[in-house]
């Protein structure tokens, strides 16, 4: 005999419709049927109506009145972000749908933290390009919760992250690209870059710039420096933008801290140098995140293929 759980999942595609999913969402973002009514361009009874047959289809109560509109029930929130995810895939299929009509023969979206080694980026995502020419790639670039916000809403396929900040879920997949590891950089016309020896003295002797310090990259810096008992250099300029602290450090003959893929694998590679000084830093794994339940397509394949060949590990 059939559970009530069984009877709604063999019901519930057959007969939910957009429109009482649409009124729940709203009436969720707005939290009154009133103001639900007007965004919808509905009768509040009508709003009332959709979410009554809403919740006599699914044999829950969604939302319960409090004095300044409606609060959704626990039934309600469990449902939210399913029913936002489908709104979400059906913009994305528009967006899709429009792409396809323009001539575009498949489509990657992605997402990257603001760390120094994204330089990366451009020559994997140029790589990927030159092989499948009639794409569309879409770069985010935000912080981490943000990215992994945009993963589980489908938002993206990819996000490409610091394992050293994220325990991932377990309904996530990580693939792992490379290892990072703190380092001392400057300009390769830099009086220091030749140098085969160099002593911590001798750096704090020169201008820096650094991140700035209500960062993750300045409290890593900090640990660090901490842990191998150095003191912080005194900054001479402080910037959050990678793009200021690279121009600095190649324009203003200023040190800056940076990761190895800077000077390994990423562009620039005649421009940048690694100063020979260890830091004495554990590495860090940067891995390709995405979502289990999502199958990872043939495009995002291809662009991690592309980082560990560009990182000499793949």
């Not at 007969?15 to 009133?34: D, K």
């Not at 300044?68 to 979400?88: K, N, Q, Y």
């Not at 190649?250 to 690694?274: D, N, W």
């Amino acid at each position: 005999m059939p559970t009530p759980t069984d009877t709604l999942i063999q019901r519930l595609p057959r007969s939910l419709t957009m429109r009482e999913l649409r009124v729940f969402v709203t009436v969720l973002e707005q939290r009154s049927f009133r103001r639900a009514a007007a965004v919808l361009h509905l009768t509040q009874p009508a709003v009332t109506k959709s979410i009554g047959s809403l919740e006599e289809l699914l044999g829950v109560r969604l939302f319960d009145r409090a004095s300044h509109g409606v609060e959704p029930t626990a039934h309600g929130l469990s449902l939210a972000p399913r029913a936002a995810a489908i709104f979400d895939e059906l913009r994305r299929a528009a967006q899709d749908l429009s792409l396809v009509s323009s001539g575009t023969q498949g489509t990657l979206r992605i997402g990257i933290l603001p760390m120094p080694a994204i330089p990366f980026l451009p020559v994997a995502v140029q790589r990927l390009t030159e092989d499948n020419p009639d794409i569309f790639v879409s770069v985010a670039e935000e912080r981490q919760p943000e990215l992994l916000d945009r993963l589980r809403r489908r938002d993206i396929e990819l996000a490409i992250l610091r394992l050293a900040l994220i325990e991932p879920d377990e309904n996530m997949r990580v693939d792992r690209l490379f290892d990072e590891k703190l380092c001392v950089i400057a300009a390769a016309g830099h009086p220091l870059a030749r140098r085969r020896q160099l002593t911590w003295p001798q750096l704090l002797r020169e201008r820096w710039v650094m991140p700035a310090a209500d960062s993750f990259f300045y409290e890593r810096v900090l640990r660090v420096l901490a842990r191998n008992h150095l003191p912080m250099p005194r900054q001479v300029i402080e910037a959050s933008s990678i793009n200021i602290q690279f121009g600095m450090v190649l324009h203003a003959g200023m040190l800056s801290f940076g990761m190895r893929s800077q000077t390994e694998f990423a562009p620039g590679l005649q421009s940048l140098v690694r100063l020979s000084f260890d830091l004495a830093a554990p590495p860090t794994v940067v891995a390709a995140v995405s979502l289990r339940s999502r199958a990872l397509g043939a495009l995002a394949q291809q662009l991690i293929g592309h980082i560990r060949a560009l990182a000499g590990t793949a």
